[in-house]
């Protein structure tokens, strides 16, 4: 079992920036990385953002690409989302996820991962 932990919520005004962290413990070695995933109010969760142990590819979803900045420290097994320029379209409840191996990082589907994290709020007043 992996367990994550999402740390860093919290409301913000438009245009201004937060940053989430997930700490990952137990069976760290059975996951190749670490993804976000967001779900608003009445909406199917979202995938975000993910990145592999080695921090060397990370992926985005379109809607965040040059906001938002994936980054990994693996001695801690640790991930962040460095999240600019936010909008109010970025409110939802975001979460930590992580796919178990053979299986990629790479997938931006909800239902392919294992592991999730209980959430932490983010809130963009506009």
């Known amino acids: 079992q992996v367990q994550l932990v999402e740390s860093g919520g919290g409301l913000v005004q438009a245009g201004e920036s937060l940053t989430l962290s997930c700490a990952a413990s137990?069976?760290?070695?059975?996951?190749?990385?670490l993804g976000w995933f967001r779900q608003a109010p009445g909406k199917e969760r979202e995938f975000v953002a993910a990145i592999n142990w080695d921090a060397d590819s990370p992926y985005y979803t379109d809607s965040v690409k040059g906001r938002f900045a994936i980054s990994m420290d693996n001695a801690k097994k640790q991930v962040h989302l460095q999240m600019n320029s936010l909008k109010p379209e970025d409110t939802a409840v975001y979460y930590c996820?992580?796919?178990?191996?053979?299986?990629?990082?790479?997938?931006?589907?909800?239902?392919?991962?294992?592991?999730w994290g209980q959430g932490t709020q983010v809130t963009v007043s506009s």
């Open positions: 137990g069976r760290t070695f059975n996951v190749p990385g």
């Open positions: 996820a992580a796919r178990q191996l053979p299986s990629s990082i790479y997938s931006s589907a909800a239902w392919e991962y294992e592991y």
